[in-house]
């Protein structure tokens, strides 16, 4: 038997629960530490009820260098607010320096950062990681291998696009309520609203499903981006109201929004391959302003002789509770559950339906076996590239280049940008 990869967090909130829930089915990793300024109880508990806490238990320690430094773990999941990735990678950068063994791999969650600025600081920060000690970036794209997505990805592109030609169109929407921490409510703690929040699935995955399986990501190249943002709910009463009774303290979205609402629409040229020099199309939304059971999750893709149509919130099982059933509010049902009687969606596995436990399989087998993993840090660094330009096409009203000098600038929210 292999030797477990031994995982370290940075993080304890909803996603890192996420993760470890998938954990259950992966082979061959453990959760060994973590680091959260905000408190590892829950983590903790969850960690050892799953069964996936090392025989030497789960350490909660007191820095993210700390962490880098702990020889007895391997690699390191970043799944921390999103205004702490360079602070972050650098501390990790520092721990690394200290090490005896070397560190395998960092995965780090979506977005990669705030703005292209500094996603390019943490892709920097992870090459001299990797030029120091061999450990490979992974940029956490759960929707890449979500069984659906990788399914019908695989179906269409043998049997459709083998026949009558590459695919064209892809479209990508993911909508909720609106997020469960306070932070996400603060555009200059988030770096946007429901544009960074979302989009960055949408687009990867469109992006993903327009790739010709084995092909680079390289082989399409985004030449232009239109995009619009909007306030469509939280700003007005008695929404505004609510959020801040919700959360308390000075949260105040009304008079500091981001977006509630975002779409974009990007044209990536082909580069390689019998139709290079063609263009393609992808379409993406991204909501907090959607209430329906759950969240709504719908991709496409579709050629000249065939489409592919994914609704991920209807998983086959539903359960119904009538009127007199009124039991507590939660997501026990579906993440982003909006309620808890009438016909209501349950997903039996949901780590593995979002494709949490693919991606844990593939990231952690890649670092144990000391390959690259994809996607990389690189990836995430283009998607950031392509939610700035969607501010400045919403911004400006035009047609944007996401290479243009003004993107690589743009820190949107940024109170010293
Ligand atoms: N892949 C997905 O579908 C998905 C879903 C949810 C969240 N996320 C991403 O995961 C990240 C965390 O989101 P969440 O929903 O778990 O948020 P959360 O509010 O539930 O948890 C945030 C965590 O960040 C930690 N933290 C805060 N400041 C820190 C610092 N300076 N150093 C280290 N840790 C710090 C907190 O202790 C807490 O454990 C975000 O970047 C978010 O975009 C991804």
Not at 137 to 143: I, P
Not at 316 to 332: K, N, T
Not at 343 to 358: K, N, Q, R, T
Request: hydrophobic content about 45%; charged content about 25%; glycine content about 10%.
């Amino acid at each position: 038997m292999a030797a477990p990869l031994r995982i370290g967090f940075v993080g304890a909130g909803f996603i890192a629960g996420f993760h470890l829930e998938s954990l259950q089915a992966v082979r061959d990793v453990e959760v060994r530490a973590v680091f959260s300024p905000g408190g590892a109880a829950g983590f903790l508990e969850a960690a050892a009820r799953l069964g996936v806490a090392s025989a030497a238990g789960v350490e909660a320690l007191d820095s993210a260098e700390a962490l880098a430094a702990h020889d007895e773990v391997d690699a390191i999941w970043i799944c921390a607010r999103n205004d702490t990735r360079v602070e972050v990678i650098e501390a990790l950068e520092r721990g690394c320096a200290r090490r005896k063994a070397p560190l395998l791999g960092i995965a780090c969650e979506k977005p990669l950062a705030r703005n292209v600025a500094e996603a390019e600081a943490v892709c920097a920060a992870m090459d001299r990681i990797h030029a120091a000690t061999g450990a490979h970036g992974a940029y956490l794209e759960d929707m890449l291998f979500a069984p659906g997505l990788a399914r019908g990805k695989e179906v269409l592109w043998r049997r459709g696009a083998g026949v009558a030609g590459r695919p064209y169109l892809a479209r990508a929407s993911e909508e909720h309520a609106g997020p469960h921490s306070e932070w996400f409510w603060r555009p200059e703690i988030a770096g946007g609203g429901a544009l960074v929040d979302m989009m960055c699935h949408s687009i990867e995955a469109a992006r993903w499903l327009l790739t010709e399986p084995g092909a680079p990501r390289a082989s399409l190249r985004p030449i232009a981006v239109s995009g619009s943002v909007a306030n469509l709910k939280w700003v007005h009463e008695p929404y505004a109201s609510q959020l801040k009774a919700r959360f308390g303290g000075d949260l105040d979205w009304a008079a500091n929004p981001s977006e509630d609402f975002a779409r974009a629409t990007i044209t990536w040229r082909v580069e390689s391959g019998p139709d290079a020099g063609r263009e393609v199309l992808s379409e993406t939304s991204s909501s907090w302003c959607y209430v329906g059971a759950g969240l709504r999750h719908e991709f496409q893709l579709l050629g000249p002789e065939y489409a592919l149509d994914i609704d991920m919130s209807r998983t086959g099982v539903e359960v119904f509770f009538s009127r007199a059933v009124q039991g507590s509010v939660g997501e026990d049902l579906v993440e982003k559950q909006n309620a808890e009687q009438g016909l209501m969606p349950i997903s039996p596995d949901e780590a593995a339906h979002y494709g949490y436990v693919g991606e844990n399989r593939a990231f952690s087998r890649a670092f144990a076996a000391g390959r690259s993993p994809e996607p990389g840090f690189a990836a995430g660094l283009e998607v950031t590239r392509l939610l700035m330009a969607t501010y400045l096409s919403a911004s400006e009203g035009r047609v944007v280049d996401p290479f243009e000098a003004a993107v690589g600038s743009l820190r949107p929210f940024d109170p010293a940008g």
